[in-house]
């Protein structure tokens, strides 16, 4: 039997490894090039090198979350742990959405907002997952 949420999961997750591939290899180009900003002007890039360390953070989770929601789409054993990391994800995107707000202003929680998509989508495949684990089955 095919859970009713794996190919919303598959669909989400391989978007969430392609993504957070691209965001890794890009936080850890940003991270060089802070290092070689801070070594030629001779200034702190502390902040900056904060949130570029924040940023890579925040891919290798969703990278995780891509694997192990591809991996376990089907298996409705894990539905529970898929959809809990689909709540930490709402709730981390819902955060910088926030932060985009309040510090950066209304075009960049714009574009957070966009962000909030895949986790949404993620934890609705995870949400009938859970359902369908709690349903009696008929085999």
Same mark, same amino acid.
Request: proline residues 2%; aromatic residues 8%; hydrophobic residues 60%.
């Given at each position: 039997?095919?859970?009713?949420?794996?190919?919303?999961?598959?669909?989400?997750?391989?978007?969430?490894?392609?993504?957070?591939?691209?965001?890794?290899?890009?936080?850890?180009?940003?991270?060089?090039?802070?290092?070689?900003?801070?070594?030629?002007?001779?200034?702190?890039?502390? !902040?900056?090198? +904060?949130?570029? !360390?924040?940023?890579?953070?925040?891919?290798?989770? *969703?990278?995780?979350?891509?694997?192990?929601?591809?991996?376990?789409?089907?298996?409705?054993?894990?539905?529970?742990?898929? *959809?809990?990391?689909?709540?930490?994800?709402?709730?981390?995107?819902?955060?910088?959405? !926030?932060?985009? +707000?309040?510090?950066?202003?209304?075009?960049?929680?714009?574009?957070?907002?966009?962000?909030?998509?895949?986790?949404?989508?993620? +934890?609705?495949?995870?949400?009938?997952?859970?359902?369908?684990?709690?349903?009696? *089955?008929?085999?």
């Amino acid at each position: 039997m095919k859970a009713p949420g794996s190919s919303l999961l598959k669909v989400v997750g391989i978007l969430y490894v392609i993504f957070a591939g691209l965001g890794i290899i890009f936080g850890l180009i940003g991270l060089a090039g802070l290092a070689a900003l801070g070594a030629v002007l001779g200034i702190s890039t502390g !902040l900056l090198t +904060l949130s570029a !360390l924040i940023a890579l953070a925040s891919a290798a989770f *969703r990278l995780f979350v891509g694997i192990v929601g591809v991996k376990n789409s089907n298996n409705l054993e894990k539905a529970g742990f898929l *959809r809990t990391l689909g709540i930490v994800d709402v709730v981390l995107a819902g955060a910088s959405v !926030l932060f985009g +707000l309040f510090l950066l202003g209304f075009a960049s929680a714009i574009l957070e907002l966009i962000g909030l998509v895949l986790p949404i989508l993620f +934890l609705i495949g995870a949400s009938k997952n859970v359902a369908a684990a709690g349903a009696p *089955r008929s085999e």
